[in-house]
Structures are given as structure tokens and as C-alpha cells.
């Protein structure tokens, strides 16, 4: 079935400094990829659609600069937070949208600890 | 503005028992709902799904029920099994919105031996 890559895992940056986590489609392509975060114990909310070949859309109250997001080719989407501090701390997870046929793929996540 | 509401946070059940998770949304444009078993760390993993057309849903230990007027489904595991406990998440969505999925706070299930 289709598979969505998402790297690292997990990583721990020193607030100031930002932090790229990478999602890849690795057996079909992507046009689009739904980015959210779950804060602890809370649902996970949408944070940002990327499409290949054009700008984001961003979901209301997502800082647009903070939350850098690129769909750089249709197997590649990628969300880069800038300037990081401890707030945004959180449990980070893409998803591709359904095709024919399949349902939604989701990334394992990437769990960010900003100290 | 939260959408998609499960009112129980957690719930335990005795292992063979059914479970029910419950969860309300108030936008009448959803048209189709999805529920999610999710682990810490880890990617939700797809249970089952149902469309506004239908009322029930049926897939091995998993029926998801879903009343439109009272804009309310549930997802119905039976028997329930130890590994059946994890964070259940229902999630919709509606025609036009580009597939974007609303998710519901989540219920935490623990089935006990």
C-alpha cells in the first residue's frame, strides 16, 4: 500500500534555531500534503496544506513565516520550523489525501522538543 | 471553534465487552466521516470509514453507526481486545474542502484483562 515517509522522528533544537522535517510518497506521487500538530492530550489540528508547484495554504492563526512549508517535486513536501522557541514544542504528522481506492496515508510523525 | 467533539476523554472496558466511542460534529456540511486508532509517537492508523449516505458501517470487530439528524456517530468494537487500547479519533470532512479532515479530541480506551 502506499507509504508516506516522514524524517526525523524525533529531534530536540535549542530555542533561536530551526528544525526541517521531511515527508516523502515513496511508491506514488503526491500534489498535496496536509501538515498538523497534536499538542499532548489534544486532537490534531491542521496546520497547513502544500501543494507541488505552488504557495501553501495555510489554516487560520498559522504564522505563515514561522512555519515554512515547500512541496519541492510530487514525492517531496517538506515543513521547516523557523526560529523555533518551546512553545512549539509538539508531535508533528503529514498526510497525503486519498486516492482511488486507498485512504488517507499519514506520516509516523516527528515529535519536536525545542529547549 | 471545535467541530468534531468525542465528550469522553477515556474509557475502560473489560476485555470481550464492546466498547462504544462517541462523537458529535456540528458542521451539517460533513459527508463523510472516518475514525483512527492512534499510539504516542506514532501516525493514526485508518479503522473504518462511512459516508452521510449510509447510517452503518460494518468491518470485522468494528461498526461505525452514524445519526445525521442528531449529527452524532459512534464506533462499536466488539469484543474488545487488550490491544484494541490506544486514542480513538473520529474525523470529517465535507465535498469542496480539498479532503482536509476536522478531527475530534480523541478518547483514550483501555480494555482490561
Known amino acids: 500500500g502506499a507509504v508516506v515517509s516522514q524524517h526525523p522522528s524525533r529531534v530536540i533544537c535549542k530555542s533561536g534555531t530551526s528544525v526541517k522535517i521531511e515527508c516523502r510518497s515513496l511508491d506514488f506521487q503526491a500534489t498535496t500534503m496536509f501538515w498538523y500538530r497534536q499538542f499532548p492530550k489534544q486532537s490534531l489540528m491542521l496546520m497547513a496544506t502544500?501543494?507541488?508547484?505552488?504557495?501553501?495554504?495555510?489554516e487560520q492563526g498559522v504564522e505563515k513565516d514561522k512555519f515554512l512549508i515547500n512541496h519541492a517535486s510530487l514525492t517531496l513536501s517538506t515543513l521547516t520550523v523557523t526560529s523555533a522557541h518551546p512553545e512549539d514544542s509538539s508531535f508533528y504528522i503529514c498526510?497525503?489525501?486519498?486516492?482511488?481506492?486507498?485512504?488517507?496515508?499519514f506520516g509516523s510523525g516527528t515529535r519536536l522538543t525545542v529547549v | 471553534d471545535q467541530q468534531v467533539k468525542q465528550n469522553s476523554p477515556s474509557l475502560s472496558v473489560q476485555e470481550g465487552r464492546i466498547s462504544i466511542l462517541n462523537c458529535d460534529y456540528t458542521n451539517s456540511m460533513f459527508d463523510y466521516f472516518l475514525w483512527y486508532k492512534k499510539y504516542p509517537a506514532e501516525g493514526p492508523t485508518f479503522l473504518i470509514s462511512i459516508s452521510s449516505i449510509k447510517d452503518k458501517n460494518e468491518d470485522g470487530r468494528f461498526t461505525v453507526f452514524l445519526n445525521k439528524s442528531a449529527k452524532h456517530l459512534s464506533l462499536h468494537i466488539v469484543p474488545s481486545q487488550p490491544g484494541d487500547s490506544a486514542v480513538y479519533f473520529c474525523?470529517?470532512?465535507?465535498?469542496?474542502?480539498?479532503?482536509?479532515?476536522?478531527f475530534g479530541t480523541g478518547t483514550r480506551l483501555q480494555v482490561m484483562l
Open positions: 498526510s497525503a489525501p486519498p486516492r482511488a481506492g486507498q485512504g488517507y496515508t
Open positions: 502544500s501543494n507541488e508547484g505552488s504557495k501553501a495554504t495555510y
Open positions: 474525523a470529517a470532512r465535507y465535498t469542496g474542502t480539498a479532503s482536509k479532515l476536522t
